[in-house]
């Protein structure tokens, strides 16, 4: 009789164990669904930042470019004007203006250009972090509980 009551209690110890593993299971996959979940809305967030960022410095690269293509008109008009008066001096500090123009604008687009690659750089280690955290969790994940991530490619 006791041989019995020892295999019961046996089973049920078992059947006891598989229901808590199922539990953990359980948890950690509904885990892993929230941050896959919070995940998703940072990268959407930093992606549509990203967006909108890189049109507004578009945007402002255009009314850069229109400012200077029409003074470069005005500047072109006053030149054949000059040239028709004969006043080369006037002539040639209005192409000194014009370079400086020039430099100026160049200048400018340069500086956007590095805000550009330093905002990408800023955005590339963010996302190797998280790539990294991610591979964290889930080299902690299999060696608490074996869990195995099916994708390798986020």
Do not use: P
């Not at 948890?27 to 896959?36: D, F, G, S, T, V």
């Not at 919070?38 to 990203?50: E, G, H, N, Q, Y």
């Not at 006053?78 to 100026?104: A, G």
């Not at 905002?119 to 299999?142: C, E, P, S």
Request: no cysteine.
């Amino acid at each position: 009789m006791k041989d019995y009551l020892d295999i019961i209690l046996g089973v049920a110890a078992i059947v006891g164990a598989i229901y808590r593993i199922a539990q953990v299971e359980s948890n950690i996959n509904a885990r892993l669904a929230r941050l896959e979940t919070k995940i998703d809305a940072s990268v959407d967030v930093l992606k549509d930042t990203l967006l909108e960022k890189i049109n507004s410095i578009t945007q402002r690269i255009e009314i850069h470019l229109t400012e200077y293509q029409g003074k470069k008109e005005y500047l072109d008009y006053r030149i054949h004007d000059l040239e028709k008066d004969n006043l080369s001096e006037r002539l040639n500090s209005m192409q000194d203006r014009l370079n400086i123009h020039l430099t100026e604008y160049q200048g400018r687009k340069e500086h956007y250009d590095y805000r550009i690659h330093d905002f990408d750089n800023r955005l590339q280690h963010k996302f190797n972090r998280l790539r990294d955290l991610i591979k964290q969790l889930a080299g902690f994940l299999n060696k608490q509980s074996g869990f195995v991530m099916r994708d390798d490619e986020y």
